[in-house]
């Protein structure tokens, strides 16, 4: 559990080595908490005009949080989506586990539950190496691992579009000019059986450094520099904002069910090149070809997401993974649309104005940098690639929920 101290506690991590822009998008005056933490706007590159979100914690030592402390982290996260802590280096898995624990007590287990990784044909199964002591908690990264927290040995591979997207970008071009993609962006969600977890936590171990020039290569022209490796992150906030008055009203009314076993389910099928949906080419895994699945496990959820401290609406959705899409009208009737091609350009449409460039915060990892991020009101992406004498190690944690999203009342239906 947490340690519930009562006393403010003080850290030795050094400050942040490179200036704020005042003028950033996400702009907020940075401030101290009654319980000493210093919380400021995460630093953004020039062609983030439009992220409005993202901060930095600095002034505690996440070994030694308070309760009260925890709980002022919680409300930052909420309020600004992602947040860095910087220099908390060496910590402990279980550690790890006890922070992600405290957003949702009542949850316990992978956010993918303890038989994920055994799906051998899941699109999953080469990303997750478990932690023997605390199961929760996954080893990701690159490169080969030995003893480590009693691992004897772990061949990670960082993903690469190369394995998922139809046309990637060939392997001379992204050698001699140093470009990468979008891998996959996704909600970290079994989206069968389990709730979507409330956060993701995400601790860096060992982290190369380099840049590369990521492509969208989906005939908008959009490209940006990115920091090798990082975690990209776009906001369901802003998507929402984007919509149409008309958009925003049905939105409201929509629910979008997941295959069961969606990441076995999609498999076979391969990705656009922005990563954010599938070609829909007949490729999907038939139903009777899945593991064992049951009606009453396949989930549905809102399109819209509500925010536990602000009230304000994400539209959340993995669109690679999605199904079916069901409209509720006034009346009472609902519209069912379970043509998977037209599901998917819906669901796009709604989504990518919110991941360009100017809207997509990269985050640029740091060893020690330890990373809550709010699963609920961000999509998420894996970008780069790296050679086989880079090693990369991080600890990641999400707990499968103990509850759903909370979708808008009818009163907020009604008045959006």
Known sequence: MIETKTTTTTTNAAPMTFPVQITASNA???????????????????????????????????REI???????????????QVVCFPNQHNLPPQTQYEITHGFDPESSTYGHGNSSNKQKNSILHPDLHTVPAVPQVQL??????????????????????????????????EHEKQVTRFYRWHIDAALYDYNPPVV???SAISVPRGTQTLRYDDKSGHEMPVPLGSTAFASGYKMFDLLSDEQKKTS????????????VAINKARALPNGLSMYSEGLEVPKDKLPDWEESKIKTFPLLWKNPVTGKFALQTHGCCA???????????????DDLAKVREILYNYQRPGINPERVYCHDWKEGDFVIFNNRGL???ITGAYND??????HQCNLAASHPPLGPTAEEIASI
């Not at 309760?67 to 309020?79: H, L, N, P, S, Y």
């Not at 490169?143 to 060939?170: M, T, W």
């Not at 006034?330 to 069912?336: A, E, K, L, Q, R």
Request: proline share 7%.
């Open 28 to 62: 907020f005056e940075p401030y101290i908490t009654s319980h000493g933490l210093r919380i400021s706007p995460a630093p953004l590159p020039s062609h983030n005009t439009d992220v409005s979100f993202g901060a930095v914690i600095e002034g505690i030592d996440l």
């Open 252 to 263: 409201a009314r929509t629910r979008v069910q997941y295959f069961p076993h969606a990441y």
């Open 379 to 381: 999509i998420h992406c």
């Open 140 to 173: 990701i990264g690159h490169g080969v691992i030995q003893n480590h927290y009693g691992l004897p040995e772990a061949r990670l591979k960082h993903p690469h579009h190369r394995s998922f997207h139809r046309d990637p970008i060939s392997v001379e071009e």
């Open 323 to 337: 199904e079916k899409i069901y409209i509720d009208h006034p009346d009472g009737s609902t519209t069912v649309i």
């Open 200 to 202: 993701t936590t995400l």
């Open 66 to 80: 308070t309760k009260e402390q925890f709980q002022e982290i919680r409300t930052a996260v909420f309020e600004h």
């Open 389 to 394: 004498n880079q090693t990369r190690v991080f």
